[in-house]
């Protein structure tokens, strides 16, 4: 039965049918439909027959569709449905919220501190959520946990209770009544419905859905290019890398493995066991690192005039490189400031075997973990004493320790569900950090798509050696994508130096 008072959403209902009978997977997250005649929802790209337009409801999120009443379909699985990547400014304090959530913030905190963590009230948090999402924060935090735990039962042999804990539910008698409530059956009886495919008990794979096309070549030799030996490894469709993590007080590691299933529009990825506690924080993360959260075809329509600029620069599907971990991400950001990609990953791997910590992983060329702020805030006396044998510099050495200060006693929060423009300004304040370090953190560690390092050698390379003010007026035209533009100019140059490189050895 449903529930009679349903969320008032701005959608229009026949564009949504029309949308759900053609399967057009650019709608795929944008909607999801509840069919009153099963208590039902799906994707509208569900492959099962399509039901009578009359029994259908639209919904904006999935959290919408159950506070309705209506539980997730068996088949086309809500669960793996991709996201979106707004700029605008009331979406995207929306967006950030979800995505505090979504790394496990309010298991130990309340929406009233949610809401100071943004700067704001909690009126209007919920008043921004619920224009986004059709659901106030505790309802959208409860649907993604149980979505979380159906993916859990569905692809892994992992026990209910193990089940329950990686999806952040304290009580398994907690766990049990809301999933047989919202989903009307017991997680058993839906294990016995689905399928449990993982045979390894040192680790778990799972699904993460994606709005296609997807330029995976791409971003993984974007990835590839910038590998940090011991940390990081790509090897034709796989990234892998260790990871760490710290919740509470405690530190959890592990490592990570990402494939390509093109033809499922999503990424097949394997965590270790060891993650488990953490695992909502670990998906976020890569959710972040992969742009899974992309409308390419709504960057794809604005960057097309880049090839009046340059001749088919603009290609369907680009996604920003994210990254796994911002801290470990400014640091080498640092690293990287007037150097080459290469030179910086030189004195990466340096601080990483003399600093990060070693990590047991089946794969021989992922060895360490990248250092964590507390373990430059630890070293005694001058830290270039530290650093400056591994070739680092003594500007860029403080410039590392102011950061990892900053991180530590929290006065500067390192992450995508950040402000990114409030974030900037305080690394500017920082000794050694300037305008390219903060346009380039924004574009790989703060997820805002607007990041534009207008000074950069390889944007100005890839646009004929334009001044940087010809450059920065010739960007907004790309705006608010900004960063997939940077991408699209650094892949070009990129392909272009390959190009010349190979013409020179033919001869």
């Not at 921004?128 to 692809?155: C, H, I, N, R, W």
């Not at 940390?231 to 919740?247: D, F, L």
């Amino acid at each position: 039965m449903m529930q009679t008072e349903i969320p008032k959403l701005l959608l229009d209902n026949k564009a949504c049918y029309a949308a759900m009978q053609a399967r057009d997977v650019r709608f795929d997250g944008r909607f999801f439909c509840g069919v009153s005649s099963t208590g039902v929802y799906c994707r509208p790209i569900c492959r099962v027959k399509h039901p009578k337009e009359g029994n259908c409801t639209f919904f904006i999120s999935a959290a919408a569709a159950e506070a309705a009443g209506y539980r997730p379909c068996l088949r086309c699985r809500p669960e793996l449905a991709p996201g979106s990547a707004p700029v605008d400014s009331t979406t995207r304090l929306a967006r950030s919220a979800a995505m505090i959530m979504t790394e496990d913030y309010l298991t130990t905190c309340k929406i009233s501190e949610l809401a100071a963590k943004l700067n704001i009230t909690d009126r209007h948090l919920r008043r921004v959520f619920f224009t986004e999402y059709g659901v106030s924060p505790s309802q959208y935090f409860k649907t993604q946990k149980l979505l979380l735990a159906k993916s859990l039962l569905t692809d892994t042999r992992l026990t209910v209770t193990d089940v329950a804990l990686a999806a952040g539910f304290n009580s398994i008698r907690r766990f049990n009544d809301q999933f047989k409530k919202y989903y009307h059956l017991t997680p058993n009886e839906l294990r016995h419905k689905g399928r449990s495919i993982e045979k390894n008990n040192d680790r778990i794979t799972l699904f993460m859905g994606y709005r296609p096309p997807y330029a995976w070549d791409n971003l993984l030799s974007f990835f590839a290019i910038r590998a940090l030996p011991g940390v990081e490894s790509v090897t034709e469709n796989t990234y892998r890398r260790t990871a760490v993590i710290k919740k509470g007080g405690t530190f959890y590691f592990g490592w990570i493995e990402v494939e390509n299933l093109s033809k499922k529009n999503a990424l097949s990825v394997t965590i270790s066991a060891r993650l488990l506690p953490v695992l909502s924080q670990v998906l976020a993360r890569i959710r972040f690192q992969f742009d899974l959260n992309c409308s390419p075809e709504i960057v794809y329509e604005k960057l097309v005039a880049m090839n009046e600029v340059v001749p088919n620069i603009c290609i369907p599907g680009i996604r920003v490189p994210g990254c796994f971990d911002p801290f470990e991400m400014s640091v080498r950001a640092i690293l990287g400031q007037q150097i080459t990609v290469k030179a910086a990953g030189t004195l990466a791997a340096r601080l990483v075997a003399a600093v990060g910590q070693k990590v047991d992983t089946p794969f021989s060329e992922l060895q360490y973990t990248f250092p964590q702020p507390n373990r430059f805030c630890a070293m005694e006396g001058l830290i270039e004493n530290h650093l400056g044998p591994l070739g680092i510099t003594k500007t860029r050495a403080r410039s590392i320790l102011a950061v990892a200060s900053a991180v530590t006693n929290n006065s500067i929060t390192l992450s995508y569900s950040a402000n990114p423009g409030a974030v900037m300004e305080k690394l500017l304040k920082l000794p050694g950090i300037g305008p390219w370090t903060t346009q380039y953190l924004a574009l790989r560690a703060l997820g805002w798509p607007d990041a534009f390092p207008h000074t950069d050698y390889g944007v100005k390379k890839a646009l004929s050696d334009r001044s940087p003010q010809e450059i920065l007026q010739l960007s907004q035209n790309w705006s608010p994508w900004r960063s997939y533009a940077t991408i699209l100019l650094w892949d070009f140059l990129t392909q272009k130096l390959e190009f010349e490189k190979g013409s020179c050895s033919s001869h």
